[in-house]
Every structure is written in C-alpha cells, then in structure tokens.
C-alpha cells in the first residue's frame, strides 16, 4: 500500500469503488426515506449511524493493510463503539445546525476542533482502546509525538473533507430543486466520510510500527511458534556439537523464561539438563512448567510431567499446592493412584503446615497401604506428615493413624 500523501487520486476515488460504492448508493437512497411523513427523522439517523459504522469498517480494514473496500458493515464490536458513532454524529449533527443557522464561523470552528482530535479518537478506538481511554487528550499527545507532522495532515485532510461535503449542500440548494439537492448532498456526506476514513487508515498502517500494532495483513508472514523453535533447536544443536553444553542451557533457558515456546523446546531442554546433572534446574523447571499446564487446564501434560519429575528426583517437591491438589484428583479420576499419592507426598515436603497437609498424609497413606501393601512408605509418610505439624488435634489424627497400621 502506498503512502496516501503519494496517492490522493487513490483516496478521493476509494468511495466510488467496489463495495464503498454500492453502500454509498444504498445509504444515500435510503436517505429517501427521511421525507416520509411521521417517522422520516429516524430513517435519517439510522442511515447516519449506518454510514458511520461502515466507515469505521472501512478504517479498520484499511488499518490492517487491506486496501479493498469491506464487503460489509461488521457487528458491534463494544458498546463504546457505538457511544463514539453518536460522539461523532451529535458533533456533526452540530455543525450543520450552525451551517443552516447561518452561523457557518461556528460551525467551521467546531467541526476544525472535531477534525484535530478526530484522528486520535477513531485510531485508538480501532487499536481496542476504550472510548475514555480514546477520549483522554494525553492519548492525542502521544499519537502526535508517535507519527509527528503526519497527525496534523490527516487532521486538516479530515477537516477539509468534511467541510466541503458540508458546504457543498448549502450551494447545491440553491442550485437544485430542494430534494434533488438532497440526494446529493447525501451522496457527498457519504463520500467524504469514506474517503477520510479511508485515508485515517492508510496513515495508521503507513505508521503502524510505531502506533504498535500488527496489522492482520502481516500475520500470514510471520514466522509461527514452530519456525521459531526450529530456529531456536538448531542453535542449540550447535552450541551441543561444538562442546557448548552450558551455552545450550542458557540459550534454552532465557528462551523458555521470557517467550512461550513448544513442548519440543522443554523437552530438550530437560534432555540436556539430565545429561549436565542439574536436577535443580530440572525441579525448578518441572514446578513452573505444571503450574503452568494445570492453569491451563491441561491435566494430561501436567500429569505426564509430574510422572517424569518424580521418575527424575523420587523427593520432588515443587508441586504447588493450588493446582496439586487438583491433579491429585485428576490422577485418582484416570486411576494412576501412584501418581496421586507422589502429588500428595510432594505437596507435604513443599508445605507440611497447609490446612489440608493431615488429608493429604491420610489419603496417601491409605492408597499406600490398601492398594500397594507398602507399609513403610506409609509409615515414613505418616511421621513426615507429623514432623512439620504443630496443632494437638492433627498431631493426634496422625498418631491415630499410625497406631491403626499393622506392624511390620
């Protein structure tokens, strides 16, 4: 897309093209009805609000690299949408008070202050600020100091574009008959409204970078999550072949820490810690990592990783207990009960006074005597379980517990 101080002939010709065109003909036929007796008045703002919204489709999609007009008019995105269209059309409804009051001063004077923070409000609003947010005048000053002399263009383009489709009816009556005048000065509302939305558009995308924003047309050639790691792998490959082991690590552990990365990168990340014998590291990496997982409600990945850190490091103890005690549950749901009992101990080595440290012996304890036979793990759970306690009454449950264990 060219700049649009390159191409104006681009911009004053987008309303008379393709799907701009058709609506331009339908809103301004439908403007027809506001001669109606009776209920004319609300076919005239409905066609306002309508024009209104399809140019605001026509901003984003132009924002976003595209350069064809939309099809058609999208569904309300927020509310805030829809209180910023009347914004815009109380402020316009306004000006052409003042311009048919012959107090056309007025009227320009409003309609250039209109003009001048039009462009923040209508940017902001299309990157999903909210409407304040959009009307806080800080935001105009720091898309002025973000794009420069480029703010005050659009704003004088804006303010001249919607000047003369303003202008333009008062010397059409006096010209046509009164509704011919009418369908014209309508069909001139719509065009300059289109236009000057359309060149808000190609001025965002032009300075996109800077307004920090993606525009959805650059998606597509983006590297993906996958591209990336693949690139991220193979330099780890070669910092690996050429002796590097630490330099792998740091590279993958940076990489892990500050971006989100694919399973393929934790796994071999983990691969290279076993074989550098860092089994804090790999703690550390599996307690983050299923925290991370169960938030996400994904109890299969956080079990199989658990499964592997306690196969790891049969003392793990970097389950955190918020989402432990939910996959302790998930593991008895599935019937991996060794699991359920490993969440258990890990949770009593990482909090032995939690409120619920006695439950978590107890049922450890009961899985391992009932299902597995093994009376001193579960003898050894027990008196872990009572070491870090200090109320009578938990303390009391436990010796209770261990009494009712057969003897060896």
Known sequence: ??????????????????????????LTAFGMLGWLPGAGGLFVIVAYFSGYYYAFEILLRTAHGHNDSPAVAIEAQTGAVWRLLSLLLLLLVAVRFAMEKDMAPAGVLVLALFALIQPCLLASLAMGAGLLEALNPANTLRMIGRIGASYFLIALALFIFQLA?????????????????????????????FASFHLLGRVMYQHHGRLGYTPSAHEDTLPTLQDRDQHLLERVDTHVAEGDMAG?????????????????????????????????????????????????????????????????????????????????????????????????????????RHPNAVEWALRATQLLHERFNDLAAARDTLLSARAGLRDASAIARIDAAIQSLPSA
């Not at 333009?168 to 369908?183: E, I, K, M, N």
């Not at 307690?287 to 306690?310: C, P, Y």
């Open 1 to 26: 897309m060219t700049s649009p101080w390159q191409s104006p002939g681009e911009i004053l010709l987008y309303p008379l093209r393709g799907a701009a065109l058709l609506s331009l003909i339908v």
């Open 165 to 193: 489709a303003l202008l333009s009816g008062r010397l059409l009556a006096s010209l046509l008959p009164v509704f011919l005048a009418s369908l014209l000065v309508d069909a001139l509302f719509y065009w300059g409204l």
């Open 248 to 352: 792998a690590i740091v590279v993958l552990r940076d990489e892990i820490r500050e971006h989100t990365v694919t399973m393929a990168v934790h796994e071999r990340y983990r691969q290279l810690l076993r074989q550098a014998g860092d089994g804090e590291a790999l703690d550390e990496h599996a307690g983050r990592s299923i925290a991370m997982l169960a938030h996400d409600k994904q109890d299969h990945a956080a079990l199989a990783l658990l499964l592997e850190a306690v196969r790891d490091n049969p003392a793990f103890a970097r389950l955190d207990p918020g989402h432990g005690e939910w996959l302790a549950q998930r593991a008895l749901d599935l019937g991996m009960f060794r699991l359920a009992v490993d969440a258990w101990r890990s949770m009593l080595r990482i909090d032995p």
